[in-house]
């Protein structure tokens, strides 16, 4: 009689479960899968994201994505279910055809609250979006008056006496870090508009307090990786006790909400007090005045109507409406942060430039003296704020910032989204599967050479020939018919309805305050060890420093 044996039983089953693993993990992917068909950028990334992971994990992935596209052209597999996209088409496609935004983004939650950035889904960040984006818009900002004052404040009061006094003989050798400077600069701008003149940062005169908050900041940038990444296992190993995230970043992290919701919070009683002042009949309104937290303001009669009109049927009510002050701090916070950082480094790299050839300082000063009224000290050593609409109107400032923000790409890293579920897209030539993580970045991007030939050159006159009609650029009508519209292809503040809601806010800032120092001072290079960018999704100067001497214009 025939005897069972459990063996016979558990090898088959043993060898099954083994083929099933292969072919999901291995032959699918590599052979089977939509994907197969796209180039890989490394062998194994059909059935491991370790390549790509490793590229992140090192602070190299803008270069490292940019050698696979320049080898295998402009869609290349990163990893098993994932693709790098390099093309204006692929970016209008993804970009502006409504996928959603990827998990890595949930890492921008603060205090446990999703902001507008970190909304995953459209609805839920068109809803927030709805709130404040008219006082980014371009014509809100022109026309501010809040806005008009605190920057009037900022410059005459902060930022052009820490200049006027590095020129003094005490201060010998003269040198300004401006990169520590400059993200001061861009924090005391962002945190005024968001919280009131009162309320701001204050960065630009407080310098040992900057230099604490930017360390903070850095400590809290350069620990992501494993929660962004690698969630599943960062939740699994600290459920166990094994924290992949040092406490001392999360220490860091605290800090930083702390400063801002405390901030966030006074911006809300200065509100609900003039609310109770207005009841009664007394005119004590911040409004329009360089104490108006403009951007508090408008979430708070976003929330507020969002309520009064949808009630508990609106999609944020559990996280915005029923925690406002929570889900207003998270917004400002997201707001200031990215703020502060990419306008910083913009600056930074825009000045490094600048102080190169004093032939462009004296071109763009020309310029300059044009607005009516310029920037130029009066007689008691102040400025005018000049009219938005003629600054943002001077070609050679408009070339300088935009190619800055081009060839450094401040936010340069990729921007993950999902391709939708239950269906394929088509990008490019090929049909992607549902669930796929495509990416582009700026930096990519912005190195076409169609249409930005030697990209690694900082050359702001591309901006000035492509402003020119063909006769005045001493090209023919058929070559012009030719040229590419870089416009097109300059992705510094991403496009779409997601794109940067601060992007207007932005270049106001960086052409006043470059405005307001050009028009009044030269620069020159004092220490620029470690101005090579870093590479990581925002860039900044290896060094985080730029040494600058700044001197008094006499005449040209």
């Known amino acids: 009689m025939a005897t069972f044996n459990i063996s016979d039983f558990y090898t088959p089953a043993i060898f099954t479960l083994i083929a099933l693993l292969i072919y999901k993990h291995v032959l699918y992917p590599a052979i089977f899968s939509p994907l197969s068909k796209i180039p890989k950028a490394h062998w194994s990334c059909s059935i491991s994201p370790a390549w790509i992971l490793w590229a992140r994990f090192q602070s190299r992935e803008n270069r490292t994505l940019h050698a696979a596209h320049q080898q295998h052209g402009p869609i290349v597999r990163v990893g098993p279910n994932e693709l790098s996209i390099n093309s204006i088409e692929g970016v209008k496609t993804i970009y502006q055809g409504g996928f959603e935004k990827h998990q890595w983004y949930s890492l921008f939650d603060n205090y446990g609250v999703p ?46 006496p820490v200049l006027r006094a590095s020129t003094h003989a005490s201060q010998a050798p003269h040198g300004v870090d401006v990169h520590s400077l400059f993200c001061g600069a861009a924090m005391d701008f962002i945190s005024a508009y968001c919280f009131g003149l009162p309320l701001c940062a204050d960065f630009i005169q407080r310098r040992a307090h900057r230099e604490h908050w930017l360390a903070l900041y850095a400590t809290r940038k350069g620990h992501g990786f494993f929660a962004q990444e690698l969630p599943r296992l960062s939740k699994a190993l600290s459920f166990l006790g ?20 405390e901030r966030s919070d006074a911006a809300i009683r200065v509100l609900e007090r003039e609310r109770e002042r207005e009841r009664r009949g007394e005119e004590a309104s911040v ?3 360089a104490d108006d937290p403009v951007v508090v303001r408008a979430l708070m009669a976003g929330i507020e109507k969002e ?6 049927a609106s999609l944020v009510y559990d996280t915005a409406i029923r925690r406002r002050d929570l889900s207003i701090a998270s917004e400002v916070f997201d707001h200031v942060l990215a703020g502060q950082e990419t306008t910083g480094v913009a600056l930074t790299y825009l000045s490094y430039h600048l102080s190169q050839s004093l032939d462009l300082q004296r071109e763009l000063r020309q310029e300059l003296l044009t607005l009516n009224p310029n920037m130029q000290f009066d007689r008691n050593g102040k400025v005018k704020h000049p009219d938005s609409r003629q600054l943002d109107s001077l070609p050679t400032l408009h070339a300088v910032v935009m190619e800055t923000v081009r060839r450094y790409a401040p936010a340069g890293g990729p921007e993950p989204r999902v391709t939708p579920r239950g269906s394929s897209s088509r990008i490019g030539p090929y049909e992607v599967p549902g669930g796929v993580r495509v990416s582009a970045s700026a930096y990519n991007i912005h190195r076409d050479e169609a249409a930005f030939p030697d990209p690694e050159k900082w050359d702001h006159t591309r901006w000035l020939r492509h402003q020119l009609p063909a006769e005045a650029d001493g090209s023919d009508g058929d070559e012009a018919k030719n040229d590419i519209d870089i416009n097109r292809y300059f992705w510094g503040f991403s496009s779409g309805g ?30 620029d060890e470690g101005i090579e960018p870093t590479d990581a999704y925002t860039g900044h100067p290896k060094s985080n420093s730029l040494y600058l001497r700044f001197e008094k214009v006499v005449g040209d």
Request: aromatic share 10%; charged share 20%.
């Open 115 to 160: 902001c507008m950035f970190s909304s995953l889904q459209s609805k839920h960040h068109s809803l927030r979006k709805r709130w404040v984006s008219h006082v980014y818009s371009k014509s809100y900002i022109n026309a501010s008056p809040a806005l008009s004052a605190q920057a009037s404040t900022l410059l005459n009061k902060r930022l052009l």
């Open 498 to 527: 997601r794109m940067c809601l601060g992007s207007n806010f932005a270049m106001h800032d960086m052409k006043l305050i470059i405005a307001a120092i050009y028009s009044n001072y030269t620069s020159h290079i004092v220490d």
């Open 287 to 289: 409004r329009d005045t």
């Open 307 to 312: 309520f009064a009109t949808s009630g508990e």
């Open 242 to 261: 094994v924290g992949l995230t040092p406490s001392w970043v999360r220490a860091a992290n605290r800090e930083l909400e702390d400063w801002c919701k």
